[in-house]
């Protein structure tokens, strides 16, 4: 399994109760900062569902 | 303590093979995780099972891969956020499997859980449960789910330490949990 995260921390950095999947999950870490992602162009959907009908 | 690699997004596109079953993790496009797809498009990979709850939108995230023709299979419960996948559906490019999203969620959670299946009335009685095994259960009509697993998993998380302990926040957490899981 490949997590694509906005920032790796130290051990010990996260809460216990902050955690939704254990490490042992994970094979692999991939470092995306937010910047990098392109967020979906909602005027361009706007115009995907008019021209669609 | 266990150090999880870390990896560019180009090498992670190319650790998937053709013909595998990918999860995605996310709600919709929703914390997708957005720049591995597009990595993914970008490599020769193709004949891709693709699972989650939908194919991203037009172009952008799972849609990348749709629209470069890398998907033979897509099984989710909400395409109708991107036309060009109900287009693909429709045109037999690629065959769709749907499930009520809270089975798939739960199909997901199974195939990572051991679990061999579940029955639920969700479907029971519509199209959707065409061909699929079903159960009177105390009096109601039950449809059996079998499990999913992956042959490999993308989620996008908002923190991970270097031990791959993931945090994730807002809709991460609603299929994250589970598609992490389901191709371990």
């Not at chain 1, 094979?27 to 361009?44: G, N, S």
Request: net charge neutral.
């Amino acid at each position: 399994m490949i997590a694509e995260v906005e920032d790796i921390v130290p051990v010990g950095e996260l809460a216990p109760k902050t955690i939704h999947a254990p490490g042992r999950f994970v094979d692999y870490l991939v470092l995306a900062r937010p910047e990098t992602v392109r967020q979906p162009d909602r005027q361009a959907m706007k115009r995907h569902w008019t021209d669609s009908g | 303590m266990r150090r999880v690699p870390q990896i560019s997004i180009a090498e992670a596109a190319r650790l998937f093979r053709s013909g595998g079953k990918l999860i995605v993790g996310g709600f919709g496009m929703s914390r997708h995780p957005v720049p591995l797809l597009h990595a993914l498009a970008e490599t020769q990979i193709r004949d891709l099972t693709y699972v989650g709850i939908n194919v991203g939108e037009p172009g952008l995230g799972g849609g990348v891969l749709l629209r470069s023709g890398r998907l033979e299979r897509a099984i989710g419960s909400c395409f109708t956020g991107n036309a060009e996948a109900l287009r693909a559906a429709q045109s037999g490019d690629i065959e769709v499997e749907l499930l009520p999203q809270g089975s798939l969620g739960e199909a997901i959670r199974a195939g990572g859980a051991g679990i061999g299946g579940f029955f639920t009335p969700a479907s029971a009685g519509t199209p959707l449960a065409d061909g699929m095994e079903t159960r009177l259960v105390d009096g109601h009509q039950m449809v059996l789910v079998r499990p999913i697993r992956g042959d490999g998993s993308l989620i996008r998380a908002w923190k991970a330490d270097t031990a791959g302990n993931l945090h994730c926040r807002m809709p991460e957490s609603n299929f994250n949990q589970a598609a992490a899981r389901a191709s371990a």
